[in-house]
């Protein structure tokens, strides 16, 4: 039997695509290991087509021992199934592509002492870059983050967070504050005097800014009253519960409903739908974020546009751009007014 690497059943290494290819062990490893060194286009193509033909992949084990760092960006999101972290993984994934790297995605659950856990975990992998995507939370629970992401840097990795800054860490911000704000007043000029907010649990950061802002601006620039802040989660079951339990009691007619999140104000909207009230004219519902199935659903649902699969390209950038611009903001948060909250 031929022991060539197309019929053993060893995995083909790269000296295996370099014969194959007719080039050297250095030329083949630029191509296949991101080298930024230049390699004439007829090189890389037949690299490419030796690799693929012997169905060789890249040993990222040995590649992080030789550089110290793995072709990986580690990024921390705490739930995959919402939009909201689908789409910031997306901008992070499209970065990655352009820049030759994997991303391997943890959920924290938006549980402090998991992501602890999980970053502790992920720095064995030795990667380039760790994103911290998840909601920052602020309470004892946290305890042991700043140690983590201390050791995380020291091995060499970068480490980039989204919203908040973290030490010395380089951070992505945007002011989840100032849209809620904006958008409160916006609101209150629409005629609207009366709203109940719908918020996570005391102490997450994403939460608590949306809830700040938006009474800053219906309650003190507009002159509205909030009547009642529920505590919840991140989630559409969230929104359904919450309102379910409303429902139980009196809610006038007129009444503005905001969450914190578009995933929990769809949740709402299913809520008063199935209990025979009209979303809009009847009750006005308002979130936040701008993810797709906000724009799709009837009436569509006001909320506040923050610009996702820019912040995760973004994130990408601060991870590998030695000369990164921190004072590059990416575009402000727009209020989008739409039939979920028509004139009072």
């Not at 993984?89 to 602890?116: C, M, W, Y």
């Not at 904006?182 to 609207?192: I, T, V």
């Not at 379910?244 to 299913?270: E, H, K, N, R, W």
Request: net charge negative; glycine share 12%.
């Amino acid at each position: 039997m031929s022991d060539s690497p197309t019929s053993s059943r060893a995995a083909a290494t790269l000296h295996d695509v370099a014969r194959e290819s007719g080039v050297s062990l250095a030329t083949a490893s630029r191509v296949l290991n991101g080298s930024q060194r230049v390699v004439a286009e007829s090189y890389r193509e037949r690299v490419h087509a030796a690799a693929e033909k012997l169905g060789y992949t890249a040993n990222l084990s040995a590649q992080a021992t030789a550089r110290g760092t793995a072709a990986i960006v580690a990024l921390l999101v705490a739930d995959i199934a919402d939009p909201y972290f689908g789409q910031i993984a997306a901008g992070v994934a499209r970065g990655a592509d352009e820049a030759g790297l994997v991303v391997t995605i943890a959920i924290t659950e938006r549980d402090p002492q998991r992501e602890v856990r999980l970053i502790r975990a992920l720095r064995g992998q030795r990667p380039r870059g760790l994103i911290l995507a998840a909601s920052r939370t602020e309470t004892n629970e946290a305890a042991g983050l700043h140690s983590e992401l201390e050791s995380f840097a020291a091995g060499g990795a970068r480490v980039v967070t989204l919203g908040s800054a973290s030490g010395d860490h380089r951070a992505v911000l945007f002011d989840n504050r100032a849209g809620a704000r904006e958008l409160g007043s916006a609101l209150a000029a629409r005629g609207y005097r009366d709203a109940i907010v719908i918020g996570a649990a005391q102490g997450i950061r994403t939460s608590d800014d949306r809830i700040s802002g938006f009474n800053e601006g219906f309650v003190d620039d507009g002159g509205g009253n909030i009547h009642q802040v529920i505590r919840g989660e991140f989630t559409r079951e969230s929104g359904y519960d919450s309102v379910s339990q409303l429902l139980l009691g009196d809610l006038p007619a007129g009444t503005l409903i905001f969450a914190i999140s578009d995933v929990v104000a769809i949740g709402i909207m299913s809520a008063l739908r199935d209990a025979g009230r009209g979303v809009g004219e009847d009750i006005a519902v308002a979130g936040f974020d701008d993810i797709a199935t906000g724009r799709d659903v009837r009436p569509g649902l006001t909320t506040v546009r923050v610009p996702l699969d820019e912040l995760g390209y973004r994130l990408l950038c601060a991870v590998i751009d030695d000369e990164w611009d921190a004072a590059a903001e990416p575009k402000p948060l727009e209020v989008i007014i739409r039939g979920s909250t028509p004139e009072r």
